[in-house]
């Protein structure tokens, strides 16, 4: 709760999240992670999608995986299941002192396409993953 609240007063106080990609993020579909390190939880979440066998392209910090499903019982299409964006971001650190703070690592979550209870069911799977590594 107190991580929600955090991100929540950040938001309302300054009305903006600096990602490495410099986007304003709005408070919806934010994961909260314990590294410091963008980079480190970028590629936790690359090998976190290769495990579940989701398909994934990266731009910049932005990641946008695809699951497909088979539209014929021969497997000859293959048509989009679900697709979805994470993006890793930062959050400013809350103390005073600009240069020597900490800042938080956050992941943003957009579902594009797709059912979204099956979305939600993915999100969990691989953050939950990602936090294993």
Known sequence: MSSIFTVWWIIVKSNVLIGPVGRRLGL????????NDPERVLQQLQQALVEKGILC???????????QESISSNNIGTNCKLSFELEVCTIPSMSGDLN?????????????????????????EVLALAAKE
């Open 28 to 35: 919806c579909n934010v994961s909260t992670t314990v590294s």
């Open 100 to 124: 020597g703070g900490e800042s938080t690592v956050v992941i943003q979550r957009k579902r594009l396409k797709g059912d979204t209870w099956f979305y939600k069911k993915i999100c969990e």
């Open 57 to 67: 392209s990266q731009e910049g910090f932005k990641l946008r995986g695809k699951v």
